[in-house]
């Protein structure tokens, strides 16, 4: 009863992690017009603050206290996080945008191997195998037939999917040790609060209202923030960050199929090539060894009899 008690849970979270990429992707457009009327950091700001005031307001019914180390692992998951989202901007002034897009889904690579660096621990073959074919179909789908110098830009996008990457394998680690409310409360507001700062110091008025923007920071401060970064925080309790870290490679995949649906945009056969190789990826890196076998995938050996 315990064992598929687990595998309840486990199957629950996976689907609370594909609707926060789903919630990530289909707004994607929303937050891509948003930023064409105001300053992205102007956004990020406002965004941001919003969802972490909205959590705050929660915590006199919820009367949960805060610690100092809580305090601070939401402050190291904020800057990460804020890390993303402004090596990602920047980057975008300096390559194209299939580039960052690419470059930022590099952490699927990542969150493995710095996982394995971080805690000593050996990388399963299965997650590599997932997270290389997630790779290649991440360069299918980003893929615009043009040649790639790699230039300033793409080194920022480089470090944004570092910087995801660390905030992946650290929100695993300290989801089991802190409040998920908290965790989730401060890291939202300390994104705010960086957000805020650059756009004060580029010469942004991040505190004024920009009634344009009203309908996207509505669906923004409440579904990929509020909801999203909840769950996230939640479910990485279950979910390991190899695993995480493949199901937000379906971000993009979303983000195309909206991008199809509401401005007319084609994902092209290669894109959904792409879409298909994340996806088995994904099923490649979950599935048991012993199934592998059965269905003749995957050659018995002397040592995989024992598996």
């Not at 609707?19 to 009327?37: H, K, R, S």
């Not at 980003?142 to 830009?153: H, L, R, V, Y």
């Not at 401005?263 to 592998?292: Q, R």
Request: with cysteine.
């Amino acid at each position: 009863m315990m064992l598929q008690n687990k595998k309840l849970k486990i199957a629950g979270a996976y689907v609370l992690l594909i609707l926060t990429t789903f919630f990530w992707g289909v707004t994607f457009v929303v937050v891509q017009n948003a930023v064409n009327q105001v300053d992205v950091f102007v956004f990020l700001a406002q965004r941001f603050i919003a969802a972490s005031f909205i959590l705050l307001l929660l915590w006199p019914f919820l009367k949960r206290p805060i610690d100092g180390k809580t305090l601070l692992k939401g402050s190291v998951l904020g800057v990460m996080l804020f890390g993303g989202f402004a090596f990602q901007t920047v980057a975008l002034l300096y390559t194209s945008a299939s580039n960052t897009a690419f470059l930022t889904g590099l952490n699927v690579v990542f969150v493995p191997l710095l996982s394995a660096v971080i805690f000593r621990k050996a990388i399963s073959a299965k997650s590599l195998a997932g997270a290389v074919f997630a790779f290649i179909g991440l360069y299918f789908l980003c893929a615009t037939g043009t040649s790639w110098s790699f230039n300033k830009g793409d080194l920022l996008g480089f470090a944004c999917s570092i910087c995801i990457a660390i905030h992946i394998i650290y929100t695993g680690k300290y989801a089991r040790e802190c409040d998920v409310y908290w965790l989730t409360t401060v890291q939202l507001g300390v994104i705010g609060l960086l957000s805020l700062l650059i756009a004060y110091f580029t010469g942004h008025d991040a505190l004024a209202w920009y009634p344009e923007i009203r309908n996207a920071l509505i669906i923004c401060v409440l579904f990929p923030t509020i909801f999203a970064f909840l769950v996230q925080t939640a479910m990485q309790r279950v979910i390991s960050a190899p695993s995480t870290a493949l199901i937000f490679c379906l971000e993009p995949v979303f983000a195309a199929v909206c991008a199809y649906f509401l401005i007319d945009e084609n994902i092209g056969v290669t894109g959904l090539i792409g879409a298909g190789l994340i996806l088995f990826g994904m099923i490649l890196s979950e599935i048991k060894l012993k199934k592998l076998m059965s269905w003749g995938l995957y050659p018995q050996t002397e040592h995989t009899k024992s598996a």
